[in-house]
């Protein structure tokens, strides 16, 4: 039997696919992951539902799978995911080629449907990023109360992991070559609150850079309320911990967040990115536009924030008005949607221009760079320790040397394009 498994979605949701491919390969199922020209008995869709942009590219995929099983390419159609855990049966109704729906948690019953084994109890997975970096998830679920949040619908409340599987988990990885680890979760400064009656992420990153062969650790989904400060020290002395961190802020304005259902003062979110950058820290953040009671005022109150704070790595995401969050339950979706993504769209136009006055800045520079492989150009695509794969700037490499993927080099930066650089080994 063979078994194609397709990822939509956050980083979570991949390491969930590769755990469920290690279960299936072990029942003796033949496993492909990824969008296939290839036939195939099942294809297994893991599916985002989170915000409406991410559920129209769950619903485009389903309506594209469900094509392709009318043409003869797959016999059975399944999904997974938020979107199955969001809708239910609903989706059977809306997409008939749909045969099964499963939730978030439901994949032992996959395994067993498939293969008739159970679901062994271990985090065993089959990595699908590149060799030398994978994802990590420490835990699921939130406690947080953030109005246009629907993931604790979705995923329940925090639920951590214990420190000793996650470390195993991280030393088996090691063991396969893996040089660099993204360690994700809901919220990631949360971790361990639930077991250990405290947050543990400190304790936690500690005990993984111990790890022989880690080079690199990058923590992702902070959340800045609360930010427990021994988690600082241990960025800022550990070697193999990368001096960055991936925190969404969502906006600056008080009466803002506190609609959000994010308290924090502006004054102490403030003290908090100026101590992360004491540190040499660079920081990943994202923020919200059109959030319901966000006045012209609000508005330009962020847009001058990021203007001044000059943020590493900028995300900006249009609300999307979810009915069962409790922005959902209790505001109007009042501003327009053109609104939204206009004062998206501006606040990215000002990020582009800060990546590339500071990339400029970064010419005839010497940086370490990990190398992820070639673009479609054929040239060489490397990373700095203050980007992540995928969504952070690059640097595109021209060299004569042959450069081999998961090896660390020295690079020359000798352009700006904009968000990425280029330069020379």
Not at 341 to 364: D, H, K, P, T
Request: hydrophobic content about 35%; charged content about 25%.
């Amino acid at each position: 039997m063979r078994v194609n498994i397709i990822n939509i979605g956050c980083f979570k949701n991949l390491v969930d696919c590769e755990r469920l491919m290690w279960q299936l390969q072990m029942a003796g199922v033949d496993v492909v992951f990824g969008p296939t020209e290839y036939n195939g008995d099942i294809v297994i869709v893991n599916t985002c539902g989170f915000i409406s942009d991410a559920e129209k590219d769950s619903v485009a995929l389903l309506l594209d799978i469900a094509k392709r099983k009318r043409n003869g390419q797959y016999s059975q159609f399944w999904v997974m995911g938020c979107y199955g855990q969001k809708m239910g049966n609903d989706i059977i109704r809306r997409i008939p080629e749909i045969d099964k729906v499963y939730g978030n948690f439901n994949w032992s019953r996959i395994v067993f449907d498939i293969g008739n084994k159970p679901w062994m109890n271990c985090t065993n997975r089959i990595i699908t990023t590149p060799r030398h970096y994978a994802y990590v998830k420490i835990s699921e679920g939130c406690n947080m109360p953030c109005s246009y949040c629907i993931k604790p619908v979705l995923n329940g409340p925090l639920k951590s992991e214990p420190i000793e599987t996650i470390v195993d988990e991280c030393r088996t990885l090691a063991g396969m070559g893996v040089k660099e680890l993204q360690i994700v979760s809901q919220n990631t400064t949360d971790y361990g609150r639930d077991i250990y009656h405290k947050p543990q992420i400190a304790e936690l990153i500690d005990r993984i850079s111990d790890i022989e062969g880690i080079k690199w650790i990058r923590l992702h989904y902070a959340y800045p309320t609360n930010f427990p400060k021994d988690l600082i020290d241990v960025i800022a002395t550990k070697e193999n911990v990368c001096k960055y961190i991936d925190m969404a802020i969502q906006h600056c304005n008080e009466d803002m967040l506190r609609i959000m259902r994010r308290p924090m003062s502006k004054d102490r979110l403030v003290a908090l990115l100026d101590e992360l950058k004491s540190h040499n820290i660079s920081i990943r953040t994202t923020v919200m536009t059109g959030h319901p009671g966000e006045t012209e005022e609000m508005y330009q109150e962020l847009k001058d924030f990021i203007t001044q704070r000059r943020f590493d790595r900028l995300g900006v995401f249009p609300y999307s008005h979810e009915s069962r969050s409790y922005s959902g339950k209790h505001y109007e979706d009042s501003i327009p949607e053109t609104v939204k993504r206009e004062r998206a769209l501006e606040l990215m136009a000002i990020q582009r221009e800060i990546y590339n006055e500071s990339n400029l800045n970064n010419i005839g520079k010497r940086m370490k760079i990990i190398i992820d492989g070639k673009n479609s150009a054929g040239c060489y695509v490397g990373r700095p320790e203050n980007s992540t794969p995928m969504a952070d700037p690059k640097i595109i490499i021209t060299s004569d040397k042959t450069l081999i993927p998961g090896e660390f080099y020295e690079a020359v930066v000798t352009n700006s394009l904009g968000k990425d650089m280029e330069g020379t080994i």
